[in-house]
């Protein structure tokens, strides 16, 4: 079974600083890979996704992430976060045709100070 | 709008008595699953279904059940909840064997058995 390692549970970063979240996975063949965000008291929704284009991918609010299939990394960058940024972001996976479904790693709490 | 709507968004309940939760997708998508999530532990699948009739088991199934007989509906049900069972739950959609888009998921019931 895949699985998805978040390496920093809880961050805490100051308004303008640059962020980068760490993801790996573990699965060696084709993936198709995702960043979600949950703003407190909601739903998930789409941050950015990969799918075997430019390894460099751009999502909204000024995210990118960079897929380096040689470190199974997915790593999520923002080189000037906000405030608004406040949330929980989620790596997750899928292989093959998805039939198993995604699979999430645990979490990065982000907490930004004004 | 494309969406998948859950009811209720908030459930408390006491040990043993039954409960659904209703999930509905108006995309037309093949692929459902339902996925729980606890702080520290991300999201972890708990039953999918790839279409009309067919369900498999997810990470977490222990204590749930699942029903598909109409493509638009997956129904979460808890036969005798179980204070371990409190949590905050997901229902996701998505077209099978095409995962550009991700899943759509819905705006989440938060479930609390006494």
């Known amino acids: 079974a895949q699985s998805v390692s978040q390496h920093n549970h809880h961050v805490i970063l100051s308004e303008a600083a640059s962020l980068e979240l760490g993801c790996n996975y573990s699965y060696g063949g084709t993936v198709n890979l995702f960043w979600y965000v949950q703003y407190p008291g909601q739903h998930l929704q789409l941050l950015l996704k990969?799918?075997?284009?430019?390894?460099l991918v751009k999502g909204i609010k000024g995210f990118e992430a960079e897929f380096i299939k040689s470190k199974f990394s997915f790593n999520l960058r923002k080189p000037s976060v906000q405030w608004s940024d406040t949330a929980e972001y989620f790596c997750a996976v899928i292989s093959g045709g998805g039939a198993d479904g995604l699979t999430f790693g645990k979490g990065t709490h982000l907490i930004i100070q004004p | 709008e494309a969406q998948v709507t859950q009811n209720p968004r908030y459930l408390i309940t006491v040990t043993g008595k039954k409960l659904t939760v209703t999930c509905s997708q108006n995309m037309n998508h093949e692929y459902m699953s339902w996925y729980r999530q606890d702080p520290g532990l991300g999201l972890r699948q708990i039953y999918y279904s790839m279409n009309v009739e067919v369900t498999d088991k997810g990470d977490v199934p222990e204590g749930y059940k699942v029903s598909r007989k109409e493509k638009r509906n997956f129904p979460l049900i808890l036969e005798s909840p179980s204070p371990n069972q409190t949590s905050l739950y997901f229902c996701a959609s998505s077209f099978l064997g095409d995962n550009r888009e991700g899943y759509t998921f819905g705006s989440g019931t938060r479930l609390t058995v006494v």
């Open positions: 990969y799918f075997s284009e430019d390894p």
